[in-house]
């Protein structure tokens, strides 16, 4: 599904207000998950936000928890909002397949992002991961819970993803020196996401 895929940026940027108020008046059903993260990390930790959307809810509740926030987003408009909302915090508009920011954090964060991206970019992503991961660092994301393409809908426009299968997930962490402290398979305390939660060895 290469041509769902890479309509991904495009889709966003055309449906970002929509998007930042459906996602903030739906209710925050993955909290519980954030609050984990928060808690694996050093007291005023530098995080990595990869596909921040609008900074709404997540990067302003790690903020208001006294962590730093780098966020990066493809959407422009995204990135203007997480701009007005926290601006006292890094906003970057690019592409979290070729980042490259020189810098390493204590948190690394592809929540609702990573899981659009083609199998073969998901797979080179943990290169991405681990070029800004610092020592000990924590990693979440979150995948499907099999390996597959499927391409959903939102405003009348298709919306794309993929994800791997578990075993591939757990040799990739491994291979970047990473062990996975939680994972759990359509979390309903998560809004029904399966969630990977890993620390750098």
């Not at 890094?90 to 592809?110: E, I, P, T, Y």
């Not at 994301?141 to 919306?159: K, T, W």
Request: negative net charge; hydrophobic residues 40%.
């Amino acid at each position: 599904m290469p041509d769902e895929a890479n309509q991904i940026v495009d889709h966003y940027e055309r449906h970002a207000l929509a998007w930042d108020a459906d996602r903030r008046s739906a209710g925050w059903n993955d909290k519980s998950w954030h609050d984990r993260f928060i808690a694996a990390l050093p007291h005023a930790a530098q995080v990595l936000d990869l596909g921040c959307g609008a900074g709404a809810p997540v990067a302003q509740y790690m903020a208001e928890c006294g962590l730093r926030v780098a966020g990066v987003d493809s959407s422009p408009t995204f990135i203007s909002l997480c701009r007005q909302r926290l601006p006292g915090h890094d906003f970057l508009v690019g592409d979290m397949r070729s980042l490259n920011l020189s810098r390493q954090f204590n948190g690394v964060l592809a929540w609702d992002s990573f899981f659009h991206l083609a199998p073969d970019d998901q797979r080179a992503m943990f290169e991405v991961f681990a070029r800004h991961a610092g020592p000990s660092a924590v990693l979440m994301f979150n995948s499907g819970p099999s390996a597959g393409e499927i391409v959903g809908q939102y405003r009348g426009d298709p919306l794309y993803h993929a994800s791997l299968g578990a075993a591939e997930y757990t040799a990739l962490l491994d291979g970047i020196g990473f062990d996975v402290i939680a994972h759990v398979v359509e979390d309903r305390t998560g809004g029904g996401r399966t969630v990977w939660l890993a620390r750098r060895r």
